[in-house]
């Protein structure tokens, strides 16, 4: 799977949830749970990962050449009980 994501983002993704997109393309492609379609966002892909930090839920949209970019990543401490 190919990502792509602004840089400016993702270093304010760090700040804000402790995570940078790098980081979630490592840990999609090494600890990947499962990816089910948004109902809220049409186009939208929610995507869990497990890593050493916690459970992750990603929010990315499929781009042309089967691209995902990443919108956003945060901890889900429910989803940390549900797949621990």
Known sequence: MDFEWYPAKSAANKI???I??????????ENFIEAIA??????QL???????TGVF?????????GR???ITAHR?????????
Do not use: M, N, W
């Open 20 to 29: 940078s997109f790098e980081e979630v393309e490592e840990g999609i492609s």
């Open 46 to 52: 929610l995507i869990l990962f497990r890593s050493a």
């Open 38 to 43: 948004s109902r809220t966002y049409p186009g």
């Open 16 to 18: 804000k949830h402790g």
């Open 76 to 84: 889900d401490r429910k989803l940390e009980r549900k797949y621990g």
């Open 57 to 65: 839920y990603v929010a990315a949209t499929e781009r042309r050449q």
């Open 68 to 70: 995902l970019r990443i």
